[in-house]
């Protein structure tokens, strides 16, 4: 025999029934709670575990808001020291949400000797979050001595954990590995546009 609870409807056209499981987990004796008040629209019922009953928010990892931002005005760098690449953009969250921050940006890199290399990194206000350990993440070397330049797309994908509540504003800086043998480094050469895409990520 099935254990239910049947609620008829206030018309008396139909009903709705709470049926019992044929067996609990260990056999243990259930209970739940209801919460005190209705949820608000498109919240679910949920369980702390011990069979408090409560309404919240569906799921976690939902992209809550969007924020993208562009530039296209050259940058260059001559000194071992970064500077703002120009590309750079701010978002507002919620407590507990995290940012991932997608960006795309247009570099060359030239210098006059064997190796070349320079280097890009992402802050979040003055906050390193992706910066690699020796400044030579973008460039090559051969065994000749003449001047070299490269161009590329560097590309990064960063979930940030550690943003806080309120607004927080992104960047990328560049910078010349080494001032030796008249390096240069540009982001947006020849008006390239790069670009900067953040996403709020729901808890």
């Known amino acids: 025999m099935s254990a239910k609870i049947k609620l008829n409807a206030a018309s008396g056209?139909?009903?709705?029934?709470?049926?019992?499981?044929?067996?609990?987990?260990?056999?243990?004796?259930?209970?739940?709670?209801?919460?005190?008040?209705?949820?608000?629209?498109?919240?679910?019922?949920?369980?702390?575990?011990?069979?408090?009953?409560?309404?919240a928010e569906a799921g976690g990892g939902k992209v809550l808001q969007a924020v993208t931002a562009s530039t296209s005005?050259?940058?260059?760098?001559?000194?071992?020291?970064?500077?703002?690449?120009?590309?750079?953009?701010?978002?507002?969250?919620?407590?507990?949400?995290?940012?991932?921050?997608l960006v795309t940006q247009n570099y060359e890199t030239k210098r006059t000797k064997n190796f070349n290399a320079g280097d890009i990194r992402l802050l979040r206000g003055s906050t390193n979050l992706w910066v690699s350990t020796n400044q030579k993440m973008l460039g090559f070397g051969?065994?000749?001595?003449?001047?070299?330049?490269?161009?590329?797309?560097?590309?990064?994908?960063?979930l940030d954990t550690g943003a806080s509540t309120g607004s927080n504003t992104y960047k990328t800086q560049q910078r010349v590995q080494s001032e030796d043998d008249n390096p240069r480094f540009r982001t947006q050469d020849d008006s390239n546009?790069?670009?900067?895409?953040?996403?709020?990520?729901?808890?």
């Open 13 to 55: 056209g139909g009903s709705v029934s709470l049926k019992a499981p044929s067996t609990t987990t260990s056999n243990a004796a259930v209970e739940l709670q209801l919460p005190v008040a209705d949820g608000s629209a498109n919240t679910f019922l949920k369980t702390d575990g011990s069979g408090a009953l409560s309404f």
């Open 193 to 203: 546009p790069s670009v900067i895409t953040l996403l709020e990520i729901g808890a």
């Open 73 to 101: 005005s050259t940058v260059t760098s001559t000194t071992a020291s970064y500077i703002d690449t120009g590309l750079t953009a701010s978002i507002t969250i919620s407590a507990n949400s995290k940012v991932l921050v």
């Open 142 to 158: 051969d065994g000749d001595n003449d001047a070299k330049t490269l161009l590329g797309v560097l590309s990064i994908s960063y």
